[in-house]
């Protein structure tokens, strides 16, 4: 029964993506260890960083406190219940630079052009209809040489494998870095061209 379920939980999330709904938050709550995210993004103190579809917050409070008082991380999701979850557990670690953005990835990021030194979409990518559009707007506002963090699990629903996301990056102007573990659970990062 549950690998029935499973199928299906698949098969509809591939012919309409689209966000995990709030009402099912709980499922984010398991703790993400943040050693992979940072070692692939390596972010620097100072630095601004865009992260798209933050869910709970757990990696924006991680990047937030390695960029630093200096630095800012800006959340951006459709949702506004994990914008609120987000800078929620920000304030609760006493985190001041964490930013959140209504807004929709598909279309155009509220953002000026070369905004940002580096974004990151853990699990997200999948669940964005237009993933193209949006990994052209990730690119759009993200400096010369930007970095760029995409995370993907088999296990999700919405995984985009490693080989469809080298082709759709590099249709972006994005030029594959390096990538950080097995093919089923991937963390891959890009350099904007």
Same mark, same amino acid.
């Not at 409070?61 to 200096?70: F, H, I, K, L, Y």
């Given at each position: 029964?549950?690998?029935?379920? =499973? +199928?299906?939980? /698949? %098969?509809?999330? *591939?012919?309409?993506?689209?966000?995990?709904?709030? @009402? !099912?938050?709980?499922?984010?709550?398991?703790?993400?260890?943040?050693?992979?995210?940072?070692?692939?993004?390596?972010?620097?103190?100072?630095?601004?960083?865009?992260?798209?579809?933050?869910?709970?917050?757990?990696?924006?409070?991680?990047?937030?406190?390695?960029?630093?008082?200096?630095?800012?991380?800006?959340?951006?999701?459709?949702?506004?219940?994990?914008? =609120? +979850?987000?800078? /929620? %557990?920000?304030? *609760?670690?006493?985190?001041?630079?964490?930013?959140? @953005? !209504?807004?929709d990835?598909?279309?155009?990021?509220p953002?000026?052009?070369?905004?940002?030194?580096?974004?990151?979409?853990?699990?997200?990518?999948?669940?964005?209809?237009?993933?193209?559009?949006?990994?052209?707007?990730?690119?759009?506002?993200?400096?010369?040489?930007g970095?760029?963090?995409?995370?993907?699990?088999?296990?999700?629903?919405?995984?985009?494998?490693?080989?469809?996301?080298?082709?759709?990056?590099?249709?972006?102007?994005?030029?594959?870095d390096?990538?950080?573990?097995?093919?089923?659970?991937?963390?891959?990062?890009f350099?904007a061209?």
């Amino acid at each position: 029964m549950a690998v029935a379920v =499973d +199928a299906l939980g /698949r %098969r509809w999330s *591939r012919e309409d993506p689209g966000p995990l709904p709030y @009402a !099912l938050r709980w499922v984010l709550a398991v703790p993400r260890p943040g050693a992979p995210l940072l070692r692939a993004l390596e972010p620097r103190p100072g630095e601004r960083i865009l992260e798209i579809g933050p869910g709970l917050g757990q990696q924006a409070v991680q990047m937030a406190t390695a960029v630093g008082a200096d630095g800012r991380v800006d959340v951006l999701d459709v949702q506004q219940g994990m914008l =609120d +979850a987000t800078v /929620r %557990r920000a304030e *609760r670690d006493g985190i001041r630079n964490v930013v959140p @953005a !209504l807004a929709d990835a598909s279309g155009r990021l509220p953002y000026e052009d070369a905004s940002f030194d580096g974004a990151y979409l853990m699990s997200v990518l999948g669940e964005i209809p237009d993933r193209e559009q949006a990994l052209r707007e990730l690119r759009r506002v993200l400096k010369p040489e930007g970095r760029l963090v995409v995370g993907e699990m088999a296990a999700d629903p919405d995984f985009v494998s490693a080989r469809r996301l080298s082709t759709m990056a590099d249709t972006a102007a994005f030029r594959l870095d390096r990538r950080f573990g097995p093919p089923f659970a991937y963390h891959a990062r890009f350099v904007a061209r």
